[in-house]
């Protein structure tokens, strides 16, 4: 069967609107020049001057510390949750538990942040907390909707998982917790992660319900990025975003280099017991 240029071409136009504009980001965040789109020669000042803005480091150690918090406390409540739903088939309410877990997921951003905000504002009248908005309700808020995607990571390996393997470990006198840490927990170990990374970075780059949950001195990156853009696009804020994508590209390559490895290291293994 012989094969025309569509699909070639296909690719290369695909691939030249996603990377097109990134790369001409990276290029621009060493313009000399104030004006973004004019180029007037190679400089990194920008960089420096990103280095010594208090307010995008601050921003960005924030944004940092909350997508940590929230990724973690996600990571396991969402492990809980997708235990409870693929381990305990029947139970009251299951129905309900498993709808609420997966509402964030098709919720619009805008009324999950509103929602959110109508109930920090209530607690805070009822129970007079939260104080304020800050932080710890950003912290909530992310938790909220990570939460669901660690769900659906962690639950998709625990439903393809061989339970023989538990039953065994338990008819050999195990108690339940010991299957889950030396069982379980190894065999679900890269979803757990995986989850945390989603959740992490989902935290990380949430513009739209930080803006409805923060308060006074709880701006996160996002919040200060877009602030910042409604001015003119500055290039210290393509200098940031070009920090960020060498970060995203340097994770990506270390671990695409540790997955060629371990692909590799089964094979030699065998032959080496061959030989």
């Given at each position: 069967m012989r094969k025309g240029p569509f699909l070639p071409?296909?690719?290369i136009l695909g691939f030249a609107f996603l990377y097109a504009p990134i790369i001409s980001?990276?290029?621009?965040?060493?313009?000399?020049?104030?004006?973004?789109?004019?180029?007037?020669?190679?400089?990194?000042?920008?960089?420096?001057?990103?280095?010594?803005?208090?307010q995008i480091l601050g921003a960005a150690g924030l944004s940092l510390q909350i997508a940590f918090a929230s990724a973690s406390l996600a990571l396991v409540l969402g492990t809980l949750m997708a235990i409870a739903l693929v381990r305990f088939r029947r139970f009251r309410g299951r129905t309900m538990l498993a709808?609420?877990?997966?509402?964030?997921?098709?919720?619009?951003?805008?009324?999950?942040g509103l929602s959110l905000l109508l109930l920090f504002v209530a607690m805070e009248s009822l129970i007079g907390w939260p104080a304020g908005r800050g932080t710890m309700t950003i912290i909530i808020a992310h938790t909220t909707f990570c939460m669901a995607y660690v769900f659906v990571v962690v639950q998709s390996r625990l439903v393809d998982m061989d339970i023989s393997l538990e039953e065994a470990a338990m008819d050999l006198g195990a108690t339940p917790f010991r299957v889950f840490v030396d069982i379980t927990l190894p065999i679900i170990a890269p979803a757990l992660i995986s989850g945390w990374l989603l959740g992490f970075t989902l935290s990380l780059d949430d513009l739209v319900i930080s803006s409805f949950v923060s308060g006074p001195g709880s701006s996160t990156l996002p919040m200060v990025i877009f602030s910042k853009i409604k001015l003119g696009v500055s290039p210290d804020v393509n200098a940031l975003a070009s920090i960020i994508i060498g970060v995203v590209a340097l994770g990506v390559g270390i671990a695409t280099l540790l997955q060629l490895r371990g692909q590799k290291n089964p094979v030699g293994a065998s032959a080496s017991e061959i030989m």
């Open positions: 071409t296909a690719a980001l990276v290029i621009f965040s060493f313009n000399e020049n104030r004006l973004v789109t004019v180029w007037s020669g190679f400089s990194v000042k920008w960089y420096g001057e990103l280095l010594a803005d208090p709808g609420m877990i997966s509402a964030p997921l098709v919720m619009p951003d805008v009324i999950t």
